[in-house]
C-alpha cells in the first residue's frame, strides 16, 4: 500500500496516477471518499477541523485493509498530521509513505492555476499550519518534473522491495 501525502497543490493526484500505472496498481484520490458535509465546508471555503476528518479517515483505513488484501494500491491524501497517518495505517500490513514537498509559494502559484476544485488558495496556508512532516517514508521536492519524480520513487521502490 503506498500513500502519496501532503498538502493540496502539491500533485498528490498527479504523482499518484502516475505511480499506479508505473507500478501496475490501482489509484485511488482520498478526495472522492469525503462526505458531502465536508465538500461543502470546502467549496464554503470553510477549513476542515479533525472532528470533520475523522469518519472519513475511517472509512478510508477500512479501504486501505480491502486494497491490501487485493494486492495494494496507490492512494493519494493529505494525511497532514501523525494522527491521521496513524489511523491511514491502523489496517495496513505495510504502508509506503510518500511525502511530496513544495514550498508555500511554488504550492499556492499552482491552485492557483487550476480549475474545477474545491480548495481555494486562501485555505492553503491552513494546511501548511497543520502539516506535521513525517520522519520516514519517501520525501520528494516537487520542483522537478513529473516524470522525473516517478523514475525516482520507482527506481527506489523497486530497491527496498
Not at 496498481?25 to 482520498?30: G, T
Request: charged share 20%.
Amino acid at each position: 500500500m503506498i500513500i502519496v501525502m501532503g498538502v493540496s497543490g502539491c500533485g498528490k493526484t498527479t504523482i499518484g496516477e502516475q505511480l499506479a500505472k508505473a507500478l501496475n496498481l490501482p489509484f485511488y484520490d482520498a478526495d472522492d471518499f469525503h462526505p458531502q458535509a465536508n465538500i461543502d465546508k470546502m467549496k464554503q471555503n470553510i477549513a476542515l477541523t479533525d472532528v470533520d476528518r475523522h469518519p472519513w479517515l475511517l472509512t478510508l483505513a477500512n479501504h486501505i485493509a480491502d486494497w491490501d488484501t487485493r494486492g495494494g494500491a496507490v492512494l493519494s491524501c493529505s494525511a497532514l498530521k501523525e494522527s491521521y497517518r496513524t489511523v491511514l495505517a491502523s489496517t495496513s500490513k505495510s504502508v509506503t509513505w510518500v511525502y511530496l514537498k513544495g514550498s508555500f509559494e511554488l504550492i499556492k502559484s499552482r491552485i492557483e492555476e487550476r480549475t474545477g476544485h474545491y480548495m481555494a488558495s486562501h485555505l492553503l496556508q491552513s494546511q501548511f499550519d497543520a502539516l506535521e512532516e513525517p520522519n520516514y517514508g519517501y520525501h520528494i521536492t516537487i520542483d522537478q518534473s513529473p516524470e522525473r519524480i516517478i523514475e525516482t520513487l520507482v527506481s527506489n521502490l523497486k530497491t527496498h522491495e
